[in-house]
């Protein structure tokens, strides 16, 4: 299996420009996580789907994010418009089962550079 | 979410030397879970032990639970130069995952 795919690795934008990150979760993974790690706030929960329903998205920080999962096997995170206090590293984890508690699988991450 | 806490924060040592990293919580959990990042890369899950386990081994990794001091430690035996990573605990608040603020270790060659 190939694992979680994100794109792009890298991302550098100018801020007012909407941003756009994807995911691939494993296949056969029915739920999906959205995680963004800085140095002073570590790794924060977004937002986590499950068989591609949002269950909670409490973790959003404000209406500039937007998390969708139009199939079991695509997710997207967008901001817009994009600031620079976005700038963070973005992980898309999934997992086989219906319980965030269990293993999760993490993609390599999103690199997001918001000048 | 960070409401775990993870001691020391940073840790040096000698390759061949164990590392031993700490894992604080607040909330009455079903399993706790350590992870690896490397830098620049994303999350590696390294073990996961039952709120009904004390202690569980896998390798070099031997990872213990207090549920009565809610606290976990992972010790690495015999370090490698390959170990240089962060390690973080993360539990389950509910039926999410909670991550700590992770440890990095540094093994010298």
């Known amino acids: 299996d190939a694992g979680v795919i994100q794109s792009p690795r890298h991302e550098v934008t100018e801020m007012g420009q909407e941003v756009t990150l994807r995911c691939k979760p494993i296949s056969g993974h029915n739920s999906l996580f959205w995680y963004r790690q800085t140095m002073m706030r570590g790794l924060e929960l977004l937002i986590y789907?499950?068989?591609?329903?949002?269950?909670?998205d409490s973790g959003m920080p404000e209406d500039r994010f937007s998390a969708k999962m139009p199939n079991a096997s695509f997710s997207t995170l967008k901001i817009q418009p994009s600031e620079p206090r976005d700038s963070a590293v973005y992980f898309c984890a999934s997992t086989p089962g219906t319980l965030g508690r269990e293993t999760q699988y993490f993609g390599p991450g999103t690199r997001l550079l918001v000048l | 979410s960070q409401q775990g806490e993870e001691d020391p924060q940073a840790l040096s040592i000698q390759e061949g030397e164990n590392a031993t990293m700490n894992c604080s919580y607040k909330?009455?959990?079903?399993?706790l879970q350590w992870y690896r990042q490397n830098s620049g890369r994303g999350l590696v899950h390294l073990i996961l032990i039952r709120s009904n386990e004390r202690e569980k081994h896998s390798g070099r990794l031997r990872v213990t639970l207090d549920t009565s001091k809610k606290s976990s430690s992972l010790l690495i035996t015999a370090s490698r130069a390959a170990d240089t990573a962060s390690y973080f605990c993360a539990y389950n608040a509910g039926n999410m995952l909670t991550f700590g603020g992770g440890t990095r270790l540094m093994v010298k060659p």
């Open positions: 789907f499950n068989n591609n329903v949002p269950i909670d």
């Open positions: 909330t009455s959990i079903n399993n």
